[in-house]
């Protein structure tokens, strides 16, 4: 509406007047607001606010966490500078009008079984391999929406397991043998050696950005975190976890992002 579009013209004039005043100064300060979903705050944002602190001491900065999507919402409104979201192949990320985003880099799911199940001795497996079992699973997730797709019948819309939103704790639970979860590799860090990590062929991929508003894309603070987000995606995914013997590459064909309304 009318008060929407005033709001927003009137949050790029005060982003624009941000960057030139600190354009002015020659350095990075003031303060700078990120917002991440639980895996990317687990895996991205600690080495990326360390180097940011190191690098530039007069910059304060403070950290939301959020799923994916309200994360953009509160860049859109102001409340934070950058987010970092996620755009699964099958659920692509809309852009809002007035954002900018920047690829971070792509993160594998693998398929976590308790050591006696009987696929655990597997190089790598396929979704279609897994349709009884009882999984675990983040409800109303982007890898539940998958899993429900993946095995339910179109006259069955409910998926059999366990609800469970923090994958440290279906990790828990397919360490005590109670089910089967699809967990990212960004974060995720060691698993104990009651499980096993199978790789999936294909690769369920998503692909990871951070956003920002284009009216402070010239802010030396959002320039210099967006390079600390992009040097610190590498070390959030751990490879190393996969305990299966061989790593199978997923590779994702960088799409542009969708605008909405165009």
């Keep these: 509406g009318v008060v929407a579009e005033s709001a927003q013209r009137i949050l790029d004039e005060i982003n624009l007047m941000q960057s030139r005043i600190e354009n002015e100064r020659k350095t990075v300060a003031g303060t700078l607001t990120l917002a991440a979903f639980a895996t990317a705050t687990r895996g991205v944002i600690p080495p990326a606010l360390r180097r940011l602190r190191i690098d530039w001491p007069h910059l304060k900065c403070h950290h939301l966490e959020a799923d994916s999507h309200h994360a953009m919402a509160l860049v859109e409104d102001g409340t934070a500078d950058l987010a970092i979201v996620h755009d699964w192949l099958e659920m692509p990320l809309v852009l809002s009008p007035g954002l900018n985003a920047q690829h971070l880099g792509d993160d594998i799911s693998d398929v976590l079984v308790h050591v006696d199940h009987r696929l655990a001795d597997r190089r790598s497996?396929?979704?279609?391999?897994?349709?009884?079992?009882?999984?675990?699973?983040?409800?109303?997730?982007?890898?539940?929406?998958?899993?429900?797709?993946?095995?339910?019948?179109?006259?069955?819309?409910?998926?059999?397991?366990?609800?469970?939103?923090?994958?440290?704790?279906?990790?828990?639970?397919?360490?005590?043998?109670?089910?089967?979860?699809?967990?990212?590799?960004?974060?995720?860090?060691?698993?104990?050696?009651?499980?096993?990590?199978?790789?999936?062929?294909?690769?369920?991929?998503?692909?990871?950005?951070?956003?920002?508003?284009?009216?402070?894309?010239?802010?030396?603070?959002?320039?210099?975190?967006?390079?600390?987000?992009?040097?610190?995606?590498?070390?959030?995914?751990?490879?190393?976890?996969?305990?299966?013997?061989?790593?199978?590459?997923?590779?994702?064909?960088?799409?542009?992002?969708?605008?909405?309304?165009?």
């Design 125 to 262: 497996v396929a979704m279609s391999e897994l349709s009884g079992e009882v999984w675990l699973y983040e409800p109303g997730s982007v890898a539940h929406d998958l899993l429900v797709r993946s095995f339910t019948a179109p006259s069955n819309t409910r998926l059999l397991g366990h609800g469970v939103a923090e994958y440290a704790s279906q990790i828990a639970m397919v360490g005590a043998g109670l089910g089967v979860a699809l967990v990212p590799r960004m974060g995720r860090g060691p698993v104990p050696d009651t499980i096993r990590v199978l790789p999936v062929a294909p690769a369920p991929i998503r692909q990871v950005y951070t956003v920002w508003r284009c009216a402070s894309g010239t802010r030396p603070a959002v320039r210099a975190a967006v390079l600390a987000l992009q040097e610190a995606f590498p070390e959030a995914l751990d490879p190393s976890s996969v305990r299966s013997g061989v790593k199978v590459e997923g590779t994702a064909v960088l799409r542009p992002i969708a605008v909405a309304g165009q």
